[in-house]
């Protein structure tokens, strides 16, 4: 089906999906009681990292929410606060942040995540509430009101049986591209420093990949996982690849949807789908 570079591109791309695949294994019998719990897992959008993690969880009958890491402080902690009331007491939870660059999006966001992952480990909404609650659902602001204290300003989420894997398209920095910011006052060297402080209380998961690499972990799920293409007949699905591969720094977005929808053109233009492949898919 492949050249031989094609093929190397292929396996390699393959092998990297599989470790996220071990990786959500590993996810799925993770306690809180660990000493490093938290998992954070980069990776270019579009590969199905989130999904991932989430079948696992699913196969293993561990409990586990799902939510949106693009969302505010205030929408974050009503989430969790929903959450820990709806739990049975004591019993842990696994809670996969979608997606999370809202939720560090600046130095307060960010220190009040490490509060949540280690040390205090609860999510503390230091702003007054009353005008929100009045806004939301009757099930949350039950939760929300559950976790206000006499005195206390806004709300706290205890979260010390919660186990955070968050899924990301931004890197965290390493050490040393910290200390490698000259200018030592900026704000850029303030977050990065922030974000290398999650980068050391999480188990965190580079997936760096080549860009024909990605072609090859796309390629694999087409081929290998039921994606909802079984019906397309196979030497229009070799075409695509061949395609895709050939047109890789071309295409608009490089994800799995892409290779679906590009599939699908099939179903609707089966004379001359390879056309508004050109057309529509590439810059």
Not at 126 to 139: A, E, I
Not at 213 to 237: F, R, T, Y
Not at 261 to 278: C, G, I, K, P
Request: charged share 25%; aromatic share 10%; with cysteine.
């Amino acid at each position: 089906m492949f050249t031989d570079i094609q093929q190397q591109h292929y396996q390699e791309g393959q092998k990297k999906r599989r470790q996220l695949s071990f990786l959500g294994r590993r996810i799925s019998q993770v306690s809180s009681e660990d000493q490093y719990p938290h998992y954070y897992i980069y990776s270019v959008p579009g590969l199905g990292k989130t999904h991932t993690i989430k079948e696992s969880l699913e196969q293993s009958n561990k409990p586990h929410f799902v939510i949106s890491g693009s969302i505010s402080p205030w929408a974050f902690g009503t989430q969790l606060a929903f959450i820990n009331h709806n739990v049975p007491k004591g019993q842990e939870v696994v809670i996969v942040v979608d997606d999370c660059d809202g939720i560090f999006q600046d130095n307060q966001s960010i220190n009040t995540m490490k509060n949540i992952l280690e040390g205090y480990k609860n999510y503390h909404y230091q702003k007054d509430v009353s005008k929100n609650l009045g806004h939301l659902p009757p099930d949350l602001r039950t939760a929300v009101e559950s976790h206000m204290s006499p005195g206390q300003i806004g709300f706290k989420v205890p979260t010390d049986r919660m186990v955070f894997i968050f899924t990301s398209n931004e890197k965290l920095p390493t050490d040393d591209e910290v200390n490698s910011i000259k200018n030592k006052g900026t704000k850029v060297y303030q977050r990065k420093m922030h974000l290398n402080a999650i980068r050391s209380r999480c188990q965190t998961k580079d997936f760096d990949l080549s860009p024909l690499v990605q072609w090859g972990w796309v390629a694999d799920v087409i081929l290998n996982e039921d994606c909802g293409v079984s019906d397309i007949p196979n030497d229009v699905v070799r075409e695509l690849l061949r395609f895709t591969y050939q047109n890789w720094s071309e295409l608009k977005t490089k994800s799995i949807r892409t290779f679906q929808m590009m599939l699908n053109e099939y179903r609707q233009f089966a004379s001359d789908y390879a056309e508004v492949w050109e057309m529509e898919y590439l810059k």
